[in-house]
Protein backbone atom coordinates (compact mmCIF):
# COMPACT_ATOMS: atom_id res chain seq x y z
CA UNK A 1 0.00 0.00 0.00
CA UNK A 2 0.83 3.47 -0.80
CA UNK A 3 2.81 4.78 2.40
CA UNK A 4 0.82 8.30 3.04
CA UNK A 5 4.28 9.93 4.51
CA UNK A 6 5.85 9.38 0.70
CA UNK A 7 2.47 11.03 -0.84
CA UNK A 8 2.61 13.96 1.37
CA UNK A 9 6.36 14.37 0.83
CA UNK A 10 5.27 14.33 -2.59
CA UNK A 11 3.22 17.30 -1.73
CA UNK A 12 5.56 19.16 -0.29
CA UNK A 13 8.02 18.90 -3.32
CA UNK A 14 5.56 19.63 -5.40
CA UNK A 15 4.24 23.20 -3.71
CA UNK A 16 7.13 23.93 -1.59
CA UNK A 17 6.96 23.73 2.29
CA UNK A 18 5.11 26.15 3.97
CA UNK A 19 4.90 25.60 7.93
CA UNK A 20 1.67 25.20 9.65
CA UNK A 21 -0.52 25.11 6.27
CA UNK A 22 -2.23 22.20 4.70
CA UNK A 23 -0.53 20.33 1.95
CA UNK A 24 -3.14 21.58 -0.30
CA UNK A 25 -6.08 23.87 -0.19
CA UNK A 26 -3.61 25.58 2.25
CA UNK A 27 -5.11 29.32 1.59
CA UNK A 28 -8.95 29.16 3.14
CA UNK A 29 -12.11 30.27 5.32
CA UNK A 30 -14.20 28.73 7.41
CA UNK A 31 -17.94 29.90 7.66
CA UNK A 32 -20.82 29.30 10.30
CA UNK A 33 -23.52 27.26 7.98
CA UNK A 34 -27.09 25.91 8.41
CA UNK A 35 -28.03 22.81 6.70
CA UNK A 36 -31.84 22.40 6.46
CA UNK A 37 -33.05 18.77 4.89
CA UNK A 38 -36.00 18.53 2.53
CA UNK A 39 -36.71 15.34 3.62
CA UNK A 40 -36.07 13.27 0.06
CA UNK A 41 -33.65 11.44 1.48
CA UNK A 42 -35.18 9.99 4.24
CA UNK A 43 -36.07 6.91 2.43
CA UNK A 44 -32.72 6.00 1.31
CA UNK A 45 -30.49 6.68 3.98
CA UNK A 46 -30.57 6.52 8.08
CA UNK A 47 -27.98 9.06 8.01
CA UNK A 48 -30.13 11.99 10.87
CA UNK A 49 -28.58 15.23 9.19
CA UNK A 50 -30.01 14.33 6.16
CA UNK A 51 -33.23 13.49 7.72
CA UNK A 52 -34.37 15.67 10.22
CA UNK A 53 -34.64 19.33 11.96
CA UNK A 54 -31.53 21.64 10.48
CA UNK A 55 -28.30 20.86 12.06
CA UNK A 56 -25.33 23.27 12.35
CA UNK A 57 -22.16 23.69 10.01
CA UNK A 58 -18.50 24.43 9.42
CA UNK A 59 -17.47 25.46 5.64
CA UNK A 60 -14.52 25.89 4.51
CA UNK A 61 -13.63 27.90 0.86
CA UNK A 62 -10.05 27.29 -0.61
CA UNK A 63 -8.75 27.09 -3.76
CA UNK A 64 -6.07 24.18 -4.18
CA UNK A 65 -2.47 25.48 -4.39
CA UNK A 66 -0.35 24.55 -1.78
CA UNK A 67 1.52 27.69 -1.38
CA UNK A 68 -1.37 30.07 0.77
CA UNK A 69 0.51 32.84 -0.96
CA UNK A 70 -0.94 32.26 -5.00
CA UNK A 71 -3.02 34.73 -6.75
CA UNK A 72 -6.63 33.77 -6.77
CA UNK A 73 -6.81 34.86 -10.65
CA UNK A 74 -7.54 32.55 -13.55
CA UNK A 75 -8.95 29.35 -13.63
CA UNK A 76 -7.81 27.19 -11.03
CA UNK A 77 -9.60 24.02 -8.75
CA UNK A 78 -11.18 25.09 -5.89
CA UNK A 79 -12.77 23.74 -2.69
CA UNK A 80 -15.80 23.93 -0.54
CA UNK A 81 -15.77 21.64 2.33
CA UNK A 82 -18.25 20.91 4.35
CA UNK A 83 -18.24 19.74 8.66
CA UNK A 84 -21.65 18.95 9.60
CA UNK A 85 -21.69 18.99 13.53
CA UNK A 86 -24.91 16.92 14.51
CA UNK A 87 -23.50 14.27 13.97
CA UNK A 88 -20.43 15.16 12.75
CA UNK A 89 -19.69 13.93 9.69
CA UNK A 90 -17.88 15.53 6.43
CA UNK A 91 -18.53 16.40 2.93
CA UNK A 92 -15.57 17.20 0.70
CA UNK A 93 -16.25 19.00 -2.47
CA UNK A 94 -13.76 20.23 -5.87
CA UNK A 95 -15.26 22.66 -8.49
CA UNK A 96 -14.57 19.63 -10.82
CA UNK A 97 -16.58 16.29 -11.25
CA UNK A 98 -14.02 13.34 -11.12
CA UNK A 99 -10.44 13.16 -9.89
CA UNK A 100 -7.32 13.06 -11.23
CA UNK A 101 -6.17 9.37 -10.15
CA UNK A 102 -7.73 6.65 -9.97
CA UNK A 103 -5.66 5.12 -7.33
CA UNK A 104 -3.18 6.58 -4.39
CA UNK A 105 -0.24 4.80 -6.08
CA UNK A 106 -1.17 6.74 -9.60
CA UNK A 107 -2.06 9.81 -7.51
CA UNK A 108 1.63 9.67 -5.77
CA UNK A 109 2.83 8.94 -9.78
CA UNK A 110 1.28 12.16 -11.02
CA UNK A 111 2.75 14.18 -7.91
CA UNK A 112 6.24 13.18 -8.55
CA UNK A 113 5.83 13.76 -12.00
CA UNK A 114 4.27 17.23 -11.80
CA UNK A 115 7.15 18.70 -9.06
CA UNK A 116 9.41 21.11 -10.41
CA UNK A 117 7.57 21.94 -13.48
CA UNK A 118 6.08 25.55 -13.36
CA UNK A 119 2.16 25.66 -14.03
CA UNK A 120 1.70 26.95 -17.26
CA UNK A 121 5.57 25.71 -18.35
CA UNK A 122 5.58 23.06 -21.46
CA UNK A 123 7.45 20.95 -18.98
CA UNK A 124 4.16 20.95 -17.01
CA UNK A 125 2.19 20.15 -20.56
CA UNK A 126 4.60 17.23 -21.29
CA UNK A 127 4.57 15.86 -17.86
CA UNK A 128 0.98 15.60 -18.05
CA UNK A 129 0.39 14.09 -21.46
CA UNK A 130 2.72 11.64 -20.24
CA UNK A 131 0.60 10.52 -17.43
CA UNK A 132 -2.50 10.60 -19.45
CA UNK A 133 -0.95 8.12 -21.85
CA UNK A 134 0.33 6.12 -18.83
CA UNK A 135 -2.93 6.33 -17.26
CA UNK A 136 -5.67 7.09 -19.85
CA UNK A 137 -9.01 7.16 -17.24
CA UNK A 138 -7.52 10.10 -16.31
CA UNK A 139 -8.02 12.48 -19.21
CA UNK A 140 -11.63 13.39 -18.43
CA UNK A 141 -10.25 15.33 -15.61
CA UNK A 142 -7.86 16.90 -17.16
CA UNK A 143 -10.31 18.32 -19.80
CA UNK A 144 -12.30 19.41 -16.86
CA UNK A 145 -9.46 20.97 -14.88
CA UNK A 146 -8.02 22.91 -18.13
CA UNK A 147 -11.66 23.90 -18.74
CA UNK A 148 -12.71 25.68 -15.18
CA UNK A 149 -14.15 28.98 -15.81
CA UNK A 150 -13.02 31.80 -13.25
CA UNK A 151 -15.85 31.68 -11.20
CA UNK A 152 -17.90 35.17 -10.30
CA UNK A 153 -17.62 34.27 -6.42
CA UNK A 154 -17.11 30.83 -4.33
CA UNK A 155 -21.40 31.57 -4.43
CA UNK A 156 -21.54 30.98 -7.81
CA UNK A 157 -19.70 27.59 -8.17
CA UNK A 158 -20.84 23.70 -8.64
CA UNK A 159 -19.21 21.68 -6.22
CA UNK A 160 -18.92 17.52 -6.80
CA UNK A 161 -17.64 15.38 -4.08
CA UNK A 162 -16.00 12.94 -6.93
CA UNK A 163 -16.27 9.69 -4.70
CA UNK A 164 -18.95 7.18 -4.18
CA UNK A 165 -20.50 6.69 -1.36
CA UNK A 166 -22.97 3.85 -0.22
CA UNK A 167 -26.46 4.96 1.46
CA UNK A 168 -28.16 2.59 4.05
CA UNK A 169 -31.77 3.18 3.88
CA UNK A 170 -34.12 2.63 7.43
CA UNK A 171 -34.95 -1.39 5.59
CA UNK A 172 -31.32 -1.93 5.47
CA UNK A 173 -31.23 -1.33 1.37
CA UNK A 174 -27.83 0.11 0.36
CA UNK A 175 -27.47 2.36 -2.77
CA UNK A 176 -25.11 3.94 -4.12
CA UNK A 177 -24.40 7.78 -4.42
CA UNK A 178 -22.75 11.05 -5.71
CA UNK A 179 -23.17 14.31 -4.02
CA UNK A 180 -22.98 18.05 -5.94
CA UNK A 181 -23.48 21.51 -4.31
CA UNK A 182 -25.53 23.25 -6.90
CA UNK A 183 -25.04 27.35 -5.64
CA UNK A 184 -28.67 28.90 -5.56
CA UNK A 185 -27.17 32.48 -6.92
CA UNK A 186 -27.08 30.16 -10.23
CA UNK A 187 -23.37 30.05 -12.11
CA UNK A 188 -21.72 33.24 -12.91
CA UNK A 189 -18.07 33.22 -14.88
CA UNK A 190 -15.56 36.15 -15.26
CA UNK A 191 -12.72 36.02 -17.97
CA UNK A 192 -9.17 35.50 -17.17
CA UNK A 193 -8.63 39.02 -17.81
CA UNK A 194 -10.93 39.82 -14.93
CA UNK A 195 -9.23 38.35 -12.55
CA UNK A 196 -5.84 39.31 -13.64
CA UNK A 197 -4.95 41.53 -10.64
CA UNK A 198 -6.40 39.37 -8.40
CA UNK A 199 -3.97 38.34 -5.50
CA UNK A 200 -4.54 35.27 -2.38
CA UNK A 201 -7.48 35.59 -1.10
CA UNK A 202 -9.68 37.59 -3.89
CA UNK A 203 -12.55 35.71 -3.62
CA UNK A 204 -12.51 34.52 0.22
CA UNK A 205 -12.51 38.68 0.71
CA UNK A 206 -15.58 38.74 -2.04
CA UNK A 207 -17.65 36.01 -0.26
CA UNK A 208 -17.10 38.34 3.02
CA UNK A 209 -18.99 40.98 1.61
CA UNK A 210 -21.83 38.56 -0.13
CA UNK A 211 -23.17 36.50 2.90
CA UNK A 212 -25.15 35.20 3.15
CA UNK A 213 -25.19 32.40 0.52
CA UNK A 214 -26.86 28.86 0.07
CA UNK A 215 -26.34 25.78 -1.96
CA UNK A 216 -28.51 23.05 -2.58
CA UNK A 217 -27.37 19.26 -2.15
CA UNK A 218 -28.22 17.54 -5.06
CA UNK A 219 -27.87 13.40 -4.79
CA UNK A 220 -27.26 11.07 -7.84
CA UNK A 221 -27.88 7.29 -7.62
CA UNK A 222 -26.13 5.12 -9.60
CA UNK A 223 -27.03 2.80 -12.11
CA UNK A 224 -26.26 -0.91 -12.07
CA UNK A 225 -22.95 -0.57 -14.15
CA UNK A 226 -21.90 2.96 -13.39
CA UNK A 227 -18.10 2.52 -11.68
CA UNK A 228 -17.94 2.87 -7.84
CA UNK A 229 -14.44 2.38 -7.08
CA UNK A 230 -12.84 4.80 -9.81
CA UNK A 231 -13.27 8.34 -8.86
CA UNK A 232 -12.18 9.51 -12.22
CA UNK A 233 -15.16 8.16 -14.36
CA UNK A 234 -18.36 10.26 -14.10
CA UNK A 235 -22.01 8.84 -13.92
CA UNK A 236 -24.13 9.29 -16.78
CA UNK A 237 -25.82 12.51 -16.48
CA UNK A 238 -29.73 10.90 -16.79
CA UNK A 239 -29.20 8.85 -13.85
CA UNK A 240 -32.01 9.72 -10.93
CA UNK A 241 -31.04 12.44 -8.31
CA UNK A 242 -32.96 14.18 -5.18
CA UNK A 243 -32.47 17.34 -3.74
CA UNK A 244 -31.36 16.44 -0.27
CA UNK A 245 -31.67 19.82 0.97
CA UNK A 246 -29.87 23.34 1.21
CA UNK A 247 -26.67 24.72 3.11
CA UNK A 248 -27.02 28.46 4.08
CA UNK A 249 -23.71 29.62 4.32
CA UNK A 250 -24.23 32.88 7.25
CA UNK A 251 -20.94 34.47 8.03
CA UNK A 252 -17.22 33.78 9.22
CA UNK A 253 -16.72 31.45 12.29
CA UNK A 254 -15.54 33.29 15.75
CA UNK A 255 -12.45 31.08 15.55
CA UNK A 256 -11.25 31.55 12.39
CA UNK A 257 -7.52 29.56 13.90
CA UNK A 258 -9.30 26.95 15.52
CA UNK A 259 -11.46 25.28 12.99
CA UNK A 260 -8.67 26.66 10.47
CA UNK A 261 -6.85 23.52 11.89
CA UNK A 262 -9.57 21.93 12.01
CA UNK A 263 -9.46 18.24 9.92
CA UNK A 264 -12.55 17.85 6.92
CA UNK A 265 -12.26 14.28 6.26
CA UNK A 266 -14.69 12.33 3.62
CA UNK A 267 -14.19 9.08 5.57
CA UNK A 268 -15.65 10.49 9.02
CA UNK A 269 -19.52 9.75 8.16
CA UNK A 270 -22.55 9.40 10.12
CA UNK A 271 -24.82 6.36 10.83
CA UNK A 272 -26.63 5.05 7.69
CA UNK A 273 -23.53 6.24 5.42
CA UNK A 274 -20.66 3.62 4.44
CA UNK A 275 -17.73 4.60 2.15
CA UNK A 276 -17.73 3.12 -1.18
CA UNK A 277 -15.07 0.71 -2.74
CA UNK A 278 -13.31 3.55 -3.96
CA UNK A 279 -9.62 2.99 -2.70
CA UNK A 280 -8.59 6.83 -3.16
CA UNK A 281 -11.24 8.00 -0.55
CA UNK A 282 -10.85 5.72 1.66
CA UNK A 283 -6.69 6.60 1.67
CA UNK A 284 -7.67 10.26 1.95
CA UNK A 285 -7.75 9.25 6.02
CA UNK A 286 -4.64 8.55 6.40
CA UNK A 287 -2.94 11.03 4.05
CA UNK A 288 -5.30 14.08 6.23
CA UNK A 289 -4.22 12.86 9.20
CA UNK A 290 -0.14 12.82 8.07
CA UNK A 291 -0.91 16.26 6.90
CA UNK A 292 -2.44 17.40 10.07
CA UNK A 293 0.58 15.56 12.52
CA UNK A 294 2.81 17.65 10.28
CA UNK A 295 1.28 20.96 10.80
CA UNK A 296 0.19 20.51 14.79
CA UNK A 297 4.39 19.99 15.29
CA UNK A 298 4.80 23.49 13.50
CA UNK A 299 5.90 21.60 10.44
Known sequence: ???????????????????????????????????????????????AHLRGEPTPAIVRYSNTAGDPGQPDAGPAVRGMAVKFLSPETDLVALNVPVFMASTPAKF???????????????????????????????????QEAATIPVPESYATIRFWAQHAFVWVGP????????????????????????????????????????????FTLKVQFAGP?????????????????IDAGRLEVVKPVADQEFWDQAVFDPTRLA????????????????????GRRRRAAGH
Not at 130 to 142: D, K, R, W, Y
Not at 227 to 239: E, K, V, Y
Not at 275 to 286: C, E, G, I, T
Request: proline fraction near 9%; aromatic fraction near 8%; hydrophobic fraction near 35%.
Open 108 to 142: LDMTRALTDKPSGSQQRADAVVAFITANPESVHAF
Open 1 to 47: MTDPVTVVDAMERMSGLHPGFRRAHALGRCYDATFTPSGAAAAYTAA
Open 225 to 241: EDPTADPTQPWPADRPE
Open 271 to 290: EGIELSDDPVLAYRKQAYAE
Open 171 to 214: DGTRRFVRYRWEPDAGLHHLTAEDSADWGPGHLLDELADRLPVS
